[in-house]
């Protein structure tokens, strides 16, 4: 079955970095885009980066666009965000999600999530 | 940037028809994906490409779109539906991706 399970969450300082890792099973990982949202505490969900199946191309929304890097290992099937230059308003619990493709957009598996807090 | 825009609120009584929409200038080139979001859980799609259900999802929900506005219906809405809502698509370039501002359903 497909997983989805994040890890790296955790408290950090204003302006320090942390890398946020997403394990996946159960699929054939190097054939899917593969996304990051999260979500304020008490607020909604905001899309954050996108990567395609082979890392050849990146989007980012703009609030995080120069401070985070999304990126991915399809031989450890495990996919990345590097956070720099973090913000209190980063603070959200951050979920790793998969696109189905086949002409669809739809992000059909999703993990739990981590919770990263910026926080001095 | 793009946005979606969604009532910040619905509330209707068990077996009630609800209605949730979502406005976007490019929904009429791009599909719109609504997802569920119960308390302290990850989002679940209920309607992708703007009208097809997922299987395990009840007959109940159904999704549709016209111009600048998708609709996700939930007909006959049990006290389990409550949960913010979220609709889900795409701007113009399809490269970037944008989640609406959610709805709370409320169902008493």
């Known amino acids: 079955q497909v997983q989805l399970v994040e890890s790296g969450g955790g408290v950090v300082q204003p302006g320090r970095s942390l890398r946020l890792s997403c394990a996946a099973s159960g699929f054939i990982f190097s054939t899917y885009g593969m996304h990051w949202v999260r979500q304020a505490p008490g607020k909604g969900l905001e899309w954050v980066a996108l990567i395609w199946y082979d890392g050849s191309n990146k989007y980012y929304v703009d609030s995080v666009k120069g401070r985070f890097t999304i990126s991915r290992d399809n031989s450890n099937n495990t996919l990345y965000l590097q956070m720099n230059s973090l913000r209190a308003e980063d603070t959200a619990v951050y979920y790793c999600?998969?696109?189905?493709?086949?002409?669809?957009?739809?992000?059909?598996?999703w993990g739990q999530g981590t919770l990263v807090t910026v926080s001095s | 940037s793009y946005e979606l825009t969604q009532p910040p609120s619905v509330s209707v009584s068990p077996g009630q028809t609800a209605r949730i929409t979502c406005s976007g200038d490019?929904?009429?080139?791009?599909?719109a994906y609504w997802y569920q979001q119960k308390s302290g859980q990850a989002p679940v799609v209920v309607i992708y490409d703007d009208s097809k259900r997922p299987s395990g999802i009840p007959e109940r929900f159904s999704g549709s779109s016209s111009g600048t506005m998708a609709t996700l219906t939930i007909s006959g809405a049990q006290v389990e539906d409550e949960a913010d809502y979220y609709c889900?698509?795409?701007?113009?370039?399809?490269?970037?991706?944008?989640f609406g501002g959610g709805t709370k359903l409320t169902v008493l």
């Open positions: 889900y698509s795409a701007d113009s370039s399809g490269n970037h991706r944008v």
């Open positions: 999600a998969r696109e189905s493709g086949e002409l669809s957009l739809v992000l059909d598996y």
């Open positions: 490019a929904l009429p080139r791009k599909y």
